[in-house]
T-cell receptor, first 115, second 115 residues
Framework: ETGVTQTPRHLVMGMTNKKSLKCEQH?????MYWYKQSAKKPLELMFV???????ENNSVPSRFSPECPNSSHLFLHLHTLQPEDSALYLC??????????????FGEGSRLTVL | AQSVTQPDIHITVSEGASLELRCNYS??????LFWYVQSPGQGLQLLLK??????LVQGIKGFEAEFKRSQSSFNLRKPSVHWSDAAEYFC?????????????FGTGTRLQVTL
């Protein structure tokens, strides 16, 4: 496989469920990201993991919990979500910005619906 | 804080006509600027980027963009649109601090192409 792979592509969950989104990159990059894409809103950066940084958007609720066990894998753990959390969740990766222009490579997204 | 404005939410052009999508940014230093395209159900694909040097940059699929510092703009152009160009287009500005890429996206412009 090449590029950035996200699973599952579609997920429907109730507000009391616990689920996880998975992202895997095969590009040899050393930074990974979670973005949230909602209708009529700009893409919202949720979390960033890189060699030297972990960045969290302080506006992201604690019901979203990221995990980055290594530079190739990124998870987004979901629990007790709300219907307004329904959105497309995009994973991206990049090379260290000091050696590159910081271009992001995106996966195809996980479409989440919270009932 | 950095920000991006895409004033046109929706644009319709005829196939074969020229296209210009507007993007204005706010950033305190020389920015990294990007244009991404998103087809339905897909992730974002990079069209082109400005890092430094020549202010007119060429991208994939026949697209180009011009960086105008005096106008804080980075408009995307294509001389002749094809029906397959129908998609949503996102302009983004990148932070130059830290090792990870922290892109701020605009709200996007949806392009419809009529035959």
């Amino acid at each position: 496989e090449t590029g950035v792979t996200q699973t599952p592509r579609h997920l429907v969950m109730g507000m009391t469920n616990k689920k996880s989104l998975k992202c895997e990159q095969h590009l040899g990059h050393n930074a990974m990201y979670w973005y949230k894409q909602s209708a009529k809103k700009p893409l919202e950066l949720m979390f960033v993991y890189s060699l030297e940084e972990r960045v969290e958007n302080n506006s992201v609720p604690s019901r979203f919990s990221p995990e980055c066990p290594n530079s190739s894998h990124l998870f987004l753990h979901l629990h007790t979500l709300q219907p307004e959390d329904s959105a497309l969740y995009l994973c991206a990766s990049s090379q260290d910005r000091r050696s590159d222009t910081g271009e992001l490579f995106f996966g195809e997204g996980s479409r989440l619906t919270v009932l | 804080a950095q920000s991006v404005t895409q004033p046109d939410i929706h644009i319709t052009v005829s196939e074969g006509a020229s296209l210009e999508l507007r993007c204005n940014y706010s950033y305190g230093a020389t920015p990294y600027l990007f244009w991404y395209v998103q087809s339905p159900g897909q992730g974002l694909q990079l069209l082109l980027k400005y890092f430094s040097g020549d202010t007119l940059v060429q991208g994939i699929k026949g697209f180009e963009a011009e960086f105008k510092r005096s106008q804080s703009s980075f408009n995307l152009r294509k001389p002749s649109v094809h029906w397959s160009d129908a998609a949503e287009y996102f302009c983004a500005v990148g932070s130059t601090t830290g090792t990870a890429s922290k892109l701020t996206f605009g709200t996007g412009t949806r392009l419809q192409v009529t035959l």
